[in-house]
C-alpha cells in the first residue's frame, strides 16, 4: 500500500534511503539547502520555500494559496507505485500540515477528524501549521472542516525535532 512519509531534515537521507521513497516534498525557509538525496530523480523532488509563520514577518515567506497550489499539483500527479517524502526543519509543522493536506486531497469522502484523529495518532508532536491548512481548507472546499479538525487535535508535544512516521494511502 502506498504510503507518505514525514521526516525532519537531518532525517532525510535516512528516511529517503529506508522508505524507497522516489518522491519528495520539501517545505523549508527559502534560503535553507536541501540536497535531493541519491534516490530520488531531481524532477521528482518539489521545494516550496516558506517560512513556518502564520503571520506576515518581515524576512519571511508567509504561506499562501500559490505554496497550497504547488504542493497539491505535485501530490495529484505522484504515481503512488512508491512512498512520498515530506519533510521540512524539524517535522513538526509545515511537514504534519503537508501531509494531513495530502491526505484530504487523495481522499476527498474521508472524514477530516478522523484523518486530524489518526495524524495525531501516528505523530504525539505534530503541531501543523494553521496557515497551510486553512489555505488547503478553502482551496478543498472542506468549508471549514479541516481547520476545525486541527484546532480539535491541538498542539503536540513539545520536542525539537519530531518522530518519522507514515501515513497508508489508498492506490
Known amino acids: 500500500m502506498p504510503r507518505i512519509h514525514v521526516c525532519s531534515l537531518s532525517k532525510l537521507e535516512e528516511a529517503a534511503r529506508i522508505t524507497g521513497a522516489k518522491s519528495l ?6 534560503n535553507t539547502p536541501v540536497e535531493t538525496p541519491e534516490t530520488i530523480a531531481r524532477e521528482r ?3 516550496v520555500g516558506l517560512s513556518d509563520i ?5 524576512g519571511h515567506v508567509l504561506p499562501e494559496t500559490a505554496h497550497v497550489a504547488q504542493l497539491l499539483d505535485f501530490v495529484q500527479a505522484w504515481d503512488k507505485r512508491a512512498p512520498l517524502l515530506i519533510h521540512c526543519y524539524a517535522g513538526v509543522s509545515r511537514s504534519t500540515a503537508a501531509a494531513y493536506i495530502s491526505y484530504c486531497a487523495l481522499h476527498p469522502e474521508a472524514c477530516e477528524r478522523e484523518t486530524a484523529q489518526r495524524l495525531r495518532q501516528l505523530s504525539p508532536t505534530a503541531t501543523p501549521n494553521a ?3 486553512e489555505l488547503a481548507d478553502a482551496h ?3 468549508e471549514g472542516r479541516m481547520i476545525a479538525a486541527i484546532a480539535e487535535i491541538g498542539r503536540g508535544e513539545d520536542c525539537f525535532e519530531g518522530v518519522p512516521f507514515a501515513f497508508e494511502v489508498a492506490a
Open 25 to 30: 516534498v520539501t517545505l523549508i525557509n527559502v
Open 45 to 47: 523532488h518539489l521545494f
Open 54 to 58: 502564520t503571520q506576515a514577518l518581515d
Open 131 to 133: 496557515r497551510l491548512i
Open 140 to 142: 478543498l472546499n472542506r
